[in-house]
């Protein structure tokens, strides 16, 4: 099976300040995605990556805070923009279309839990 | 809106015996997708089984198996043997068609189950 790599896995940062997580599959995939998981909560879909276009950000979620990149089938970046203590999340990636696996199933990286200060 | 209900937030089991997590959903729709995924303390998500709407046969993977009642919208998940292993947090997910190639995964807010040596 395919691996998800996120980095970093864990990080704190002060309020006002941004965050790259970088997004790594080790096998072209269709669609990649990201979600946020508050303390406690179930997930949240921030916004699907489009290669080569701008991601597809679901209510509540605009480009400024949480911009995002997908330069190709396996990679793609999440930036949480001039950061609050009300960022503090689990941070997750997710893939559908892995070859071998079925067309609707997604997959999730490890998560990059973010602390704000 | 589609929505997916887990209505025990907890439960607890014995190792070795038999437990059973509730999910109810709703849609208006007929062709779907449910998923049932863990969530250990490592946070990683995995996917622990998945379901085709239209097959009225119920998914089974090893210990793990489904319950499936499509008039009901009720997909329930019965882990047997339960393996200290299996502590964890457990989401329901519910995928539908929303145009395009977009699928949409919603989650239920999820059920912590301990198994107790």
């Known amino acids: 099976s395919a691996v998800i790599s996120q980095k970093p896995s864990r990080d704190i940062c002060q309020r006002g300040t941004s965050l790259t997580i970088q997004c790594q599959v080790d096998s072209q995939v269709t669609m990649m995605f990201w979600y946020r998981q508050q303390p406690g909560q179930s997930l949240t879909l921030i916004a699907t990556a489009n290669q080569g276009s701008e991601a597809t950000y679901e209510s509540g979620f605009v480009i400024d805070k949480f911009p995002i990149s997908r330069p190709n089938l396996t990679f793609s970046t999440l930036t949480v923009s001039n950061m609050s203590p009300e960022d503090s999340s689990i941070y997750l990636c997710?893939?559908?279309?892995?070859?071998?696996?079925?067309?609707?199933?997604?997959?999730f990286g490890p998560g990059t839990r973010l602390t704000v200060l | 809106a589609q929505t997916v209900t887990q209505s025990q937030p907890e439960m607890s089991v014995q190792e070795a015996e038999t437990v059973t997590l509730s999910c109810t959903y709703d849609t208006s729709e007929n062709n779907y997708y449910l998923f049932w995924y863990k969530q250990p303390p490592s946070r990683q998500m995995i996917l622990v089984i998945r379901?085709?709407?239209?097959?009225?046969q119920n998914a089974t993977e090893n210990r793990f198996s489904v319950n499936f009642q499509k008039a009901a919208k009720s997909f329930s998940l019965k882990i047997s043997d339960s393996q200290l292993g299996d502590t964890a947090m457990y989401f329901c997910?519910?995928?539908?068609?929303?145009?395009?190639?977009?699928?949409?995964?919603?989650f239920g807010k999820g059920t912590l189950l301990t198994v107790n040596p």
């Open positions: 997710s893939v559908r279309g892995l070859a071998g696996s079925h067309t609707d199933t997604q997959y």
């Open positions: 379901q085709e709407a239209y097959k009225q």
């Open positions: 997910a519910f995928m539908r068609y929303s145009g395009g190639s977009n699928y949409k995964l919603t």
